[in-house]
Structures are given as structure tokens and as C-alpha cells.
């Protein structure tokens, strides 16, 4: 089990008592459900992520928060962030801290976890489409081999959409030599297949990336909007 802390913004809601959120900072609310995944080589280990989350009112006084954070002072947030992941931190044993991208805080990087959240999601399937950094060496295919070994005994064909790099052809030998699997190349996601595209840590996790339209696309991005998601969803459930 992995704690995973994340905070976001509460839309249409109005910050009450800013004196009391400065004292001891964002209410931190636990997700009434634990999210399972599949890691690691072999038939991998089972895990399960739990959610907690904390969300910043939308509006504080007369001004609307946005990208400019009129009405809230940007001291002000990063201060109240802050102090509510140190209390998330120390108080629920959350090792993993996640932001949404309208706050404009520098985040930790997208969990591993996550990932295997969101493939685990996309179950039964028996071919996958998969991109890996056109740097990538030995630790980027270790990676994916920690995301995909799970599923391997049942993956009939492993697609590689993207640039070919020393990460594309130890995959290629390793599913060879270990299940007998072809790796094919394509210039294109199949739809009927989910994309795990782990090529997008080079960048800024929040870069927008083109949707592909598959069964199932899976990338840091993807996995940070899903659990944006989730706690909205849960929020929204609690409140109503």
C-alpha cells in the first residue's frame, strides 16, 4: 500500500475563515476507495494506492483564483500548500505528493504506481502499444518491463510507436528471449489496444500531448488527469 497525496482546487467554492486555513492549513480528506495495480517481473506484486487530497477554494475574497491567483496572494498558497503536505506527510504517511497543474507548484514526479494504476485499468488485453524516450537506455526498459511484466504470459503483440533507442531494442530482445514475442514498429496507435506511452518524462509532465483516441492511453499525463478526476469525483460525492 502507497499513500499518495494530492492537491487541487475546489471550483465554485469560496475560501471561509482564511485566518484559521493559514493557522493550520487545507483540510485533508482520505478517498473512500484504494485504487489496485500489478508491478514487477514475474506475475509482479500486487499493491494498492490510496488517495488523500486537500483542495484550495476557488475564490478568496472578492477575486477569482486563476492563473494570475487573483484574490489569493501567491505567497499565501505556497505557504498554505506547504504546510498542508508537510501535515500530509507526517500525519498519513504520504510519500508521494502530486499537484494540480493550475496551482502552478513544482510537483514530484508522477509515481510509478500511478502508471500501473492506470494499465491495470485497462485489463483484459492481449496486445499493447508502448513509446519509450528516444534516450532511453537500460533503466527506461527496466521500466517498462516492471509496467508490462504482469501481463506478459497473456501479450500476444507489443507494438512500438515512436523512435527506435537502446531502451527500444533491449525491449525488443528481452520479450523475444523471454516469451517469444515479436516486437513490431508503427507510425500509429492501433485503436483496439492501450498505449503506454512512458515517453513523455523527458519533458514537463504537464505538456499537452495529442490524444490518440485508443481503447486506453496511458502516460504521466494521462495518469495525473485521472487522478484529478478521482478526486473530483470523490469530493463531489462527499459534498453532495
Same mark, same amino acid.
Given at each position: 500500500?502507497?499513500?499518495?497525496?494530492?492537491?487541487?482546487?475546489?471550483?465554485?467554492?469560496?475560501?471561509?475563515?482564511?485566518?484559521?486555513?493559514?493557522?493550520?492549513?487545507?483540510?485533508?480528506?482520505?478517498?473512500?476507495?484504494?485504487?489496485?495495480?500489478?508491478?514487477?517481473?514475474?506475475?509482479?506484486?500486487?499493491?494498492?494506492?490510496?488517495?488523500?487530497?486537500?483542495?484550495?477554494?476557488?475564490?478568496?475574497?472578492?477575486?477569482?483564483?486563476?492563473?494570475? @491567483? %487573483? &484574490?489569493?496572494?501567491? $505567497?499565501?498558497?505556497?505557504? *498554505?500548500?506547504?504546510?498542508?503536505? !508537510?501535515?500530509?506527510?507526517?500525519?498519513?504517511?504520504?510519500?508521494?505528493?502530486?499537484?494540480?497543474?493550475?496551482?502552478?507548484?513544482?510537483?514530484?514526479?508522477?509515481?510509478?504506481?500511478?502508471?500501473?494504476?492506470?494499465?491495470?485499468?485497462?485489463?483484459?488485453?492481449?496486445?499493447?502499444?508502448?513509446?519509450?524516450?528516444?534516450?532511453?537506455?537500460?533503466?527506461?526498459?527496466?521500466?517498462?518491463?516492471?509496467?508490462?511484466?504482469?501481463?506478459?504470459?497473456?501479450?500476444?503483440?507489443?507494438? @512500438? %510507436? &515512436?523512435?527506435?533507442? $537502446?531502451?527500444?531494442?533491449? *525491449?525488443?530482445?528481452?520479450?523475444? !528471449?523471454?516469451?517469444?514475442?515479436?516486437?513490431?514498429?508503427?507510425?500509429?496507435?492501433?485503436?483496439?489496444?492501450?498505449?503506454?506511452?512512458?515517453?513523455?518524462?523527458?519533458?514537463?509532465?504537464?505538456?499537452?500531448?495529442?490524444?490518440?483516441?485508443?481503447?486506453?492511453?496511458?502516460?504521466?499525463?494521462?495518469?495525473?488527469?485521472?487522478?484529478?478526476?478521482?478526486?473530483?469525483?470523490?469530493?463531489?460525492?462527499?459534498?453532495?
Amino acid at each position: 500500500m502507497i499513500n499518495i497525496f494530492y492537491m487541487g482546487i475546489a471550483y465554485g467554492v469560496w475560501g471561509k475563515e482564511i485566518r484559521r486555513l493559514k493557522k493550520d492549513g487545507l483540510p485533508i480528506q482520505k478517498m473512500g476507495r484504494e485504487f489496485p495495480y500489478l508491478w514487477g517481473e514475474g506475475r509482479g506484486r500486487k499493491g494498492r494506492v490510496q488517495i488523500y487530497y486537500a483542495l484550495l477554494p476557488e475564490y478568496q475574497g472578492k477575486g477569482k483564483f486563476s492563473g494570475a @491567483l %487573483k &484574490g489569493w496572494k501567491p $505567497e499565501i498558497v505556497k505557504a *498554505l500548500l506547504a504546510q498542508t503536505a !508537510e501535515k500530509a506527510a507526517v500525519g498519513f504517511n504520504c510519500r508521494e505528493l502530486l499537484c494540480s497543474p493550475a496551482l502552478r507548484q513544482n510537483p514530484e514526479q508522477v509515481p510509478e504506481e500511478l502508471l500501473a494504476v492506470c494499465l491495470y485499468r485497462q485489463r483484459p488485453f492481449d496486445r499493447l502499444c508502448i513509446s519509450l524516450p528516444r534516450d532511453g537506455g537500460e533503466y527506461q526498459m527496466q521500466h517498462a518491463v516492471e509496467l508490462l511484466s504482469p501481463y506478459l504470459t497473456r501479450i500476444r503483440q507489443v507494438v @512500438l %510507436k &515512436g523512435d527506435d533507442s $537502446e531502451a527500444s531494442r533491449m *525491449l525488443e530482445q528481452y520479450l523475444y !528471449e523471454e516469451f517469444g514475442i515479436i516486437m513490431i514498429r508503427s507510425g500509429a496507435a492501433d485503436p483496439g489496444m492501450p498505449w503506454l506511452d512512458l515517453s513523455d518524462g523527458e519533458g514537463n509532465i504537464y505538456e499537452r500531448r495529442e490524444n490518440p483516441g485508443s481503447r486506453g492511453y496511458i502516460s504521466r499525463v494521462e495518469a495525473l488527469k485521472f487522478l484529478d478526476t478521482a478526486v473530483k469525483n470523490g469530493y463531489n460525492t462527499e459534498v453532495n
